[in-house]
């Protein structure tokens, strides 16, 4: 019989944080019947390539696999091998370096069955945990129709992926992650789901976030510039339906080709955002 929850966690370069985070999910007080699909990215051979095999070929528990990623480097094509892969009717994806609270899943299954069909997309609150200073409860800010607020960034926090669940078939149905992004991915992917159905939350804090890692994509700034300024190209048809929230992307961008040392690109995007906001001031021109 096929599960009801897939759980997806792709992993490239920590042991000790991936070990946690499966062992949160095995921890699950829940009923629902669930797989845990480990996404290896790490290059066959290496240490950390190594360490993986070897400690989940000795858990035998049934509900864990470990799967080779072939479909593309990085997150996003870690996380698609996850999605085609999937048994469950249901998506629910966990970082290598978060950590499900006992409650998590059973929580947002019962929301689920309780609202019948009208759920696609589940989102909950978190705790931010950063190593100098107390945990910080980060909770939902966004829920129902979501597109306008998810492009222009209204609310202070888009869904986050650890405490995200969503119906399998929508995540195939829009073609999963878009693997040619080198940011914003998570973004991206909620910009078409938000586009096709409604989103829910649960207020509660049942996902310990960390944010110490530095293999993060938030720690590259190379990665985070041009990945947001492909994602702006992306987008832009819809970004340009409101020039001063368009504008002020394009300064945040230019800021962050200032960041990865960029000079050229810098001045491009400001004489763009620059010509964005002017012409916010005067849109019948």
């Known amino acids: ?27 699950q007080d829940t009923n629902e019947e669930f797989e845990i699909l480990i996404i290896n990215d790490n290059e066959i051979g290496d240490a950390f390539d190594q360490k ?5 070929s000795r858990c035998r528990d049934a509900r864990l696999s470990v799967i ?5 480097r990085g997150g996003s094509g870690a ?13 629910a994806f966990l970082d290598d370096d978060d950590e499900w609270l006992p409650t998590k899943l059973s929580q947002q299954m019962r929301h689920i069955v309780s609202s019948g069909e009208s759920v696609n997309c589940l989102d ?6 950063s190593p100098d200073r ?12 979501i597109f306008h607020k998810l492009l222009f960034k209204e ?4 869904p986050k992926l650890s405490t995200f669940i969503c ?13 040619s992004l080198l940011s914003r991915q998570d973004l991206d992917l909620y910009l078409r789901l938000a586009q096709k159905t409604s989103f829910y939350s649960i207020n509660d804090c049942l996902v310990f976030g960390y944010t110490n890692s530095a293999a993060r994509i938030s720690k590259n700034p190379t990665k985070k510039a041009l990945g947001g300024i492909a994602f702006e190209r992306k987008w832009r048809r819809f970004l340009k339906q409101d020039p001063r929230r368009h504008s002020k992307l394009l300064f945040h961008l230019s800021y962050k080709s200032a960041q990865a040392l960029k000079p050229h690109l810098t001045m491009k995007l400001m004489a763009r955002a620059l010509g964005t906001f002017l012409k916010s001031l005067n849109p019948s021109r």
């Not at 019989?1 to 921890?27: D, F, Q, Y």
């Not at 107390?134 to 129709?145: D, L, T």
């Open 1 to 27: 019989m096929n599960p009801s929850v897939s759980i997806i966690i792709p992993t490239r370069g920590r042991t000790t944080e991936l070990i946690r985070a499966v062992h949160s999910c095995l921890n």
């Open 52 to 56: 993986v095999l070897v400690y989940f």
């Open 68 to 72: 080779r990623n072939l479909r593309g």
């Open 79 to 91: 996380r698609n091998t996850g999605v085609f892969a999937a048994r469950g009717q249901w998506v």
């Open 124 to 129: 909950t609150g978190f705790y931010r945990i």
């Open 134 to 145: 107390a945990p910080v409860e980060v909770r939902p800010a966004m829920s129902g129709s």
């Open 155 to 158: 609310s202070s926090r888009a």
């Open 167 to 179: 119906r399998k078939e929508l995540l195939i149905g829009i073609g999963g992650f878009d693997e």
